[in-house]
């Protein structure tokens, strides 16, 4: 499929993703606190988007993962947060 | 259209979704074991569970002439208490001559433990001991990456693996290529919110081929839909994708892989017939 068609596809969707990001953006900096590990590797995530280059959707993912190798003692907890708590 | 919907955690949904899938073209439905939302008390409520997936829900999917499969295990959510699940995993061996049992699923980790991880190698010796296919859970969002290594090198180390009998699913942009580089069937889970949409899920396909991979919606009672399966085959056909790749990848891909197990037919006649054969 062609660049124009795709485009013709996605991209107002992709448009409308990317100004709910900027909002939410904007909504944390209006807020008061500072960031936690999840903003913090948000916003490291975004610099990825930024540089040329394939496979955006899987360094981003690789942002937000936990790069450790070894099992953890205990669970501890179920739920995931989205982002490493390492960060 | 036709498809099968191989990963759907079908008693958190309610009969009208059984219409609907079969509205929309499925031809049927396969189902593993899962946490229920809290953990059990007991491994006599796995035991109910069990029964509720081998016999019951076969038989609710029946009234619509849809196929219903199983998969059983105890799964990674539930895993910090050992004894328990040494519990659970004695009482699986009795269930697996049941007429709708696949395999063992969904095993795999969660949050990486050292007991998850544990439990995850005995479960894996449960399916080599009595010849079983073997479905696995990938851990969720930041978790994943590293699970599914983890889970790869598990089952690598056991020599009795044939990774063309094991498929490991919610697999993203970030571990299919893991999963696939190893010889294994990769499953990509269709959500709302995490895991992955329609779009990203035919990126993944165009990049890497259908060959070995196969598309769920993975519905339980959390936010999903039951008909993401097929509202991604409509999106392969706005992208361009053929009739033929379309229904390579919903329906052919998952029925090769689930034909592996011979009792996985899709002629339901006498299902509930088998079913209740299997209680006496
Ligand atoms: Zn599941």
Redesign the interface.
């Known amino acids: ?1 062609d660049r124009l ?2 485009t013709d ?2 991209f107002a969707e992709a448009r409308s993703k990317l100004i709910d990001l900027a909002a939410f953006l904007d909504r944390i900096e209006r807020s008061d606190g500072t960031d936690d590990f999840r903003i913090k590797s948000l916003r490291a995530a975004l610099n990825e988007l930024g540089k040329p280059g394939p ?1 955006k ?2 360094k981003i ?2 942002v ?6 070894k ?15 390492g960060f | 259209m036709r498809y099968i919907e191989p990963h759907a955690h079908m008693i958190s949904r309610v009969t009208d979704d059984y219409a609907a899938m079969v509205t929309a073209g499925c031809r049927a439905v396969c189902e593993p074991a899962f946490w229920a939302g809290f953990d059990r008390s007991s491994a006599q409520g796995f035991y109910d569970y069990f029964c509720q997936l081998t016999d019951y829900e076969p038989r609710r999917a029946a009234q619509f002439g849809l196929p219903h499969y199983s998969w059983l295990c105890l799964n990674p959510k539930e895993a910090e208490n050992l004894s328990l699940a040494n519990d659970v995993l004695a009482m699986i061996p009795a269930f697996l001559d049941r007429p709708n049992v696949l395999g063992i699923g969904e095993i795999g980790l969660n949050k990486n433990s050292r007991n998850e991880v544990a439990v995850f190698e005995k479960q894996v010796d449960l399916a080599v001991r009595y010849d079983q296919m073997i479905l696995v859970h990938t851990p969720h969002l930041e978790d994943k990456w590293k699970g599914t290594r983890l889970i790869v090198d598990v089952l690598k180390n056991n020599r009795g693996i044939d990774p063309a009998r094991v498929i490991i699913d919610h697999v993203e942009e970030h571990t299919v290529d893991v999963v696939l580089d190893a010889g294994f069937w990769a499953g990509i889970t269709l959500y709302p919110q995490s895991k992955c949409t329609p779009a990203r899920a035919i990126d993944m396909v165009e990049v890497y081929g259908a060959q070995r991979i196969w598309l769920n919606c993975a519905c339980d009672w959390g936010q999903s839909d039951p008909l993401a399966v097929p509202k991604t085959a409509l999106e392969m056909k706005r992208r361009g994708h053929s009739e033929e790749a379309v229904d390579r990848l919903v329906y052919e891909n998952p029925i090769q892989f689930l034909s592996q197990n011979p009792k996985f037919q899709l002629d339901e006649i006498g299902w509930e017939d088998k079913c209740r054969a299997a209680q006496k």
């Open positions: 499929m068609h795709l596809l996605y496979e959707a899987k993912l690789l937000l993962s936990d790069p450790t190798e099992p953890v003692p205990e669970a501890g907890t179920k739920s995931a947060s989205g982002a490493w708590s």
